[in-house]
Every structure is written in C-alpha cells, then in structure tokens.
C-alpha cells in the first residue's frame, strides 16, 4: 500500500503533515537523536552531550533507567553510565519517543483518549521489540521507536483537523462505521500516511518511514522478515489482547486479527519473562516514567469475553 | 568574694605556677640556646631524670635519635610550632620510648626569639593500641577480602560467579572510553559433560571443569574478565574486542580443549570438548544483558549444529522459515 496517488487526498495530507509541525515542532534533542547515526560509536559521546543539555530528558531518562523497567540493580547517575550501560540505541529510542510524546498533547476530543492512545501505541513498541529481538531481522531499539509511533498520524489528523476528526469519531460511534472506513469517508487518506510523511519530515531512516505507512497491510505476512512485518504483526497482536488504541477498541471485531498471525509473534510474547502482563506491566511504567503521571490504563480485563468492552468503556 | 577575673589570674605568678605545675603533660622549656630551663614534676614522671640532671643541659639529650630532634627542630622553625609529633625519647631507667610533643616558639614584644615550649606525653600506650588497632584492622580486611572472594568466585575453578562476572564487566564498560566501548561477549559449554560425569564420576567432572577453566584464563588477556556461568557454563568478557575478536578468542580456547586429554593420572586421561556463542556490542547488541542472551542463542545454535564449534552468527533464515 503506497501514498495515495489521488491528487486531493495528497494536498490534504501535506496541509495535514506541514500544520502539525507548526504546531508541535520536536525538541531538538529528538530532532539531534533521530538523525544521529545508528551504528556509529564515535556518536555516543555527542548523543550523551546532547542529552544531557535537557535537563527534563536527562529526569526522565535517570528515573526509567534506575526503575524497574529495566531491572538494573546498579545505580544508574547520570546520562553516560545509561549510555554504556543500556546502549546507545536504547537511550536514542527513549529520547526519541518521549520526545514525541511530549510534543503531541491533544485536547480532549470526544470518545478519543489520549492515555489509552499512548497505553496502545507503548504496548505495541515493546511487544514489537520482542518480536524484532526474537527474529532478529530488525534491531529491537528501532522496533520500539517504530511501534511507539507508529499510529502518530492519528494525533496529527486531530492536531491540524479537530472538526473533521470528530466526525470521524462520530460515524464510528453513532453510525457503528470501521474506523477504518470512517477516516476515509472524512479524510480521504489514512493516518498510516500521515504518519509515514510526518516520520519522512522528521528525517527518520527509509525502514521505519516504510514500517509506519504499511502497517495495515491488505494481508499480514505469514512470516516475519522486516520490520514492517514486526510493527503490523504487534499492532494486531496488541489489538487482540484488547490493548487497542483510544476510542476504536470500542469494535471488537475490529481489532480481532481475520487471520492467525505468524507462530513467532507469540513465541516472542512468550519468551518474555511473565509474558503479555509483563509487557503490559512495563508499557505502563514508561508512560508513567515519561510523561511523570500515573497513565489512564484500560479496565482489568476479565478474559477474552465481550464484557471487556463495556469494562473498558466505564475507565475512559 | 569577687568573681575570679581572668587578667589578675594571669598576672598572679604564683596563679601561673600552680596551673603549669598541676599540667598532666611534662611542660619543658628552654632559652634561645635550647638549653632546658624549665622542667615540670610531670616531666620528671615521664622522663624519669631529676630536674638537677636536665637544668642548663641541651634539651636534645632527652631525645633518642639526634635525627628525630633536628626534624623537630626543622618543623618548628618552618611552622613556628609543632603539634603531637612523635618522637623516640630517653628514659633514665628503661629503653627509650615514644613521646608525643607538641611545641611553639617563644618571641618577646620585639618578635626576637626566647625560646621554646615544648608539652611532652608519653604515647607508650597509646601507640601501642594504635598497634593493636592497626593489627586487628589488617586481619580483618584480610578474612573480609577472603570472604569477598568467597562470596564472589567459585571455589572449584577460582572463576567469578555469574553476577560477579557482569557487575566486573558493567564496572569496565563504565570505567572505559566511551568511544572504544566494543565489547566482546563469550560463551562456553562442555558438550556431553553428563556421560563424562556418568562414566568417570563427580570428581572426574570436576576435575575437568578446573581444567577447563584453566585453558580459558591461559587464552584470556590480563584485563578479560572469565567466569563460572553455570554447571558447565563459562563466560567471558572481551573489553574493546570485536565481533571478529572474540570469535578468534573463542576459536582458540575450542581448539586448546580439543587439543589436550585433562590427564587424570596413571596414564589414563580424558578427551573433551566445547560449543561456544560469541556476541558483542555494538555490532550484535546494544547492551550486556542483550548480548549475553544473543551469545546464549549462538551457543544453542552450537550445540545443534553439532558441538565441538563456535558460533557468531543468526541463522535467521533458518529459524523464520519454522
């Protein structure tokens, strides 16, 4: 699935992509962390300068370092000793994303609810980290980074179009309408467009650009061989266990996958000490870490039934 | 009564003698000629001389080594006063022992010299629990460190423990340059150390795994860092190797394994070896804990491919096709 070649549907997504970065323009620690060089070591030293000048980053960082996110024992002081001791990509990945976070802080629109979008976009990161870590054909840092954002075109969509987006909302809702379906009738393309210019604005490599236009692939893949594969693979994945994103979770047969997803999805999940609660666990810290609140989080779900939904509905 | 006034009791002499003579310290002065001109009851009490035998005589005689008193002699004049400095000084009755002085020098108005105060006590005593201090202090960071390798090595190979091994290794990563910070990761496990332990016995194992202990700290360099990971597991740590280097490393203890029976006396010997994971940061992993799990896949991916190798790299393809 490319861009849309329809000539409307790409103004309307150029208005959409250039007013959001009018109005959220990324810190420049993020903008300093995406462009910097994956493999290059002579990097790191920069990368923890840079950091380092941003004093709220730095904070952050320190705390999702020295909490049990990662389970260090040692005590973690300052932005070098994260650097050396959980890698130069990881502490990126974590500039990266809560740079992004940070940057994007909607009003309250309707059904929408930007807790759960974060709980949902968080969760899809690091189940795709375990899968990219468990097949090993992307690194797991650029795995989070890719699953995190992956649904930031939506935060755009509402950011540069309030009143269209609430339409959007509203045929979901009222007119019990795909999301899917509704955010074409309304904006004629789909926010996995927006989001892939927005991540090509923000210079992001080609690999995770792609990873966020295609990651609602027309059929999943029957294997895992890019990381185009591990994000479209977690984001169903998180679907199905109800982690699913702001207000269309409010379909259940939206988010249950039409076909089985590939084996190594689960033995990913599975190889993860404690699983998909764990994964959950830890997506709810680094919210909680990163944005320095306790995280709105989804209804204690009560099994695969159909009550989750109205469960899930009542904490929203 | 009037209060008592600090002044008038400093201008009463005979106020002045009582307190300089009740002074516990031996107080000693000497003129601009170092001679002895004062010499107090606590004085004689420490040194043991009659005041008649030390009056008029250079206050040098009361000191064991004419070294010691020039030092003295050399602080004072330098700092116009010494603190509790230890000295060796003569007994009249007994062996030379150790005083502490402190001192200062006497000027008049005009800041010429008169000579000098010196306060003597006799640190006998508490030189010698400062001894015994400094004893027992020794012996204890002795058995503390003893414990501390007790605590951390294994006592069969002399190795580090596993969590010993990766606090060492964090330890190095953080104390390195940033900009040299490759890191080596290596992963040993004996293959089909069951049936050795089954036909030879426990103590044969054992012997074994010391042994090959041994060949991994001969091949290690100085500053690797070697480890007891598991029953027959060993780790090593590789600061500033590449992926290419510690894939040499481990080639070259799998070869020395294969290379030597572990003797086990009379002529009767036993033939091993091993299956190695090699990884390393940045190239495999972005963190120790990471690289160790990628190391530990390789190994399994060793041992399937058939023992006796070492192993450096994903056979995605293989494993995605499952």
Known sequence: MSEPVDFEARNRLRSIVNRTTELTPLKAVATKAIQMAGDERTATMDLATVLSSDLALTSKLLRLSNSAYYGYSRRISNVREAVVLLGMRTVRSVAITSGIIDAFSVQALGEFDQDLFWAHSVSVGLVAEAIARETKVARPEDAFTAGVIHDVGKLAMILAEPKLFSEVID???????????????????GHQHVGGRLAQRWKFPETLVDAIREHHPE??????????????????????????????????DERKPREPLPPRVDEAINRVHGGMTMLEEKARAFLLHVTERAPRWYARRAGDGEEEDDAARSVA | MPPPDFISLLSDA?????????????????DRNERVVLYTGACETIFGFAPIEVMGQPASRLFASDDGYERFRERLEDDGSVSSMELPAERKDGPPFLAAISAALLRDRDGSAMGTVIYVRDHTDVRGIEDALRD????????VGRLNHAATHDQLTGMLYRGSAIETAEATMLASDLLASQFGVALFDLDHFKAVNDSYGHLVGDQVLASLAGTIRQVARQHDIVGRFGGEEFIAFLPGATLEAVRGFAERVRAAVAEHRVELGDGVGVSITISAGVAAIPVCADNLTDAIRVADDRLLAAKRAGRNRVTWQDTTGERNAA
């Open chain 2, 136 to 143: 027992n202090n020794r012996r204890l960071n002795d058995m």
């Open chain 1, 219 to 252: 059929r999943m893949s029957r294997t895992i061989e890019t990381l185009t594969d591990v994000v479209a693979a977690a984001n169903l994945a998180c679907n199905r266990e109800g982690l699913a994103c702001g207000f269309d979770w409010t379909r259940s």
């Open chain 1, 171 to 189: 045929l979901v809702t009222a007119e019990n309408m795909r999301y899917r379906d509704a955010e074409h009738a309304v904006f004629g393309v």
């Open chain 2, 14 to 30: 005979e106020s002045l003698q009582l307190m300089l003579f009740a002074c516990p310290d031996g107080v000693l002065a000497t």
